[in-house]
């Protein structure tokens, strides 16, 4: 997928490249692809509106990701790790919480919500969007109640 002549990875390590030299970046939200299949049929299935078919990411949202007290505390994602995050997300489990999409590979988890509202060239618009990415220290976090994994099963495609 490219966006402004950039492929996502390239976008992504732009916002990231940004935000370490300037501690902010101008990059306008964009698509890092389509909401998968698997958030879809879960989402149909649990009446959770998806207010969009394209999953965002903003630099805003990266900066959140990247912010000194997360890092403080050892809980910062590799830039590699949301650089890959486009294409690496349809391996990971996937799991709901009752309001956000926890995507997860063991070590990190990313959060999805499924209706944000941003503004986007001065309009406040809804949208699939990455919120933010940390590092996994609970290796049980997902056994709680509140977690609904989402199996990529046969039965539900």
């Given at each position: 997928?490219?966006?402004?002549?950039?492929?996502?990875?390239?976008?992504?390590?732009?916002?990231?490249?940004?935000?370490?030299?300037?501690?902010?970046?101008?990059?306008?939200?964009?698509?890092?692809?389509?909401?998968?299949?698997?958030?879809?049929?879960?989402?149909?299935?649990?009446?959770i509106?998806?207010?969009?078919?394209?999953?965002?990411?903003?630099?805003?949202?990266?900066?959140?990701?990247?912010?000194?007290?997360?890092?403080?505390?050892?809980?910062?994602?590799?830039?590699?790790?949301?650089?890959?995050f486009?294409?690496?997300?349809?391996?990971?489990?996937?799991?709901?919480?009752?309001?956000c999409?926890?995507?997860?590979?063991?070590?990190?988890?990313?959060?999805?919500?499924?209706?944000?509202?941003?503004k986007?060239?001065?309009?406040?618009?809804?949208?699939?969007?990455?919120?933010?990415?940390?590092?996994?220290?609970?290796?049980?976090?997902?056994?709680?109640?509140?977690?609904?994994?989402?199996?990529?099963?046969?039965?539900?495609?």
């Amino acid at each position: 997928m490219e966006t402004e002549g950039k492929s996502v990875e390239e976008l992504i390590a732009a916002v990231l490249d940004d935000i370490s030299q300037k501690g902010f970046s101008s990059v306008m939200p964009f698509s890092i692809g389509s909401v998968e299949v698997r958030m879809i049929k879960f989402a149909d299935a649990n009446g959770i509106d998806l207010a969009s078919d394209e999953l965002y990411m903003s630099a805003k949202q990266l900066q959140h990701s990247m912010r000194a007290s997360k890092n403080a505390k050892g809980l910062v994602v590799d830039a590699a790790d949301l650089i890959a995050f486009p294409q690496s997300r349809f391996s990971m489990e996937l799991y709901y919480d009752g309001e956000c999409f926890i995507y997860t590979d063991g070590q990190s988890k990313f959060i999805v919500h499924p209706n944000y509202k941003m503004k986007v060239n001065r309009e406040i618009v809804k949208l699939v969007n990455f919120i933010t990415a940390t590092r996994r220290t609970d290796k049980k976090e997902f056994n709680g109640k509140r977690y609904v994994k989402i199996e990529n099963d046969p039965a539900i495609e």
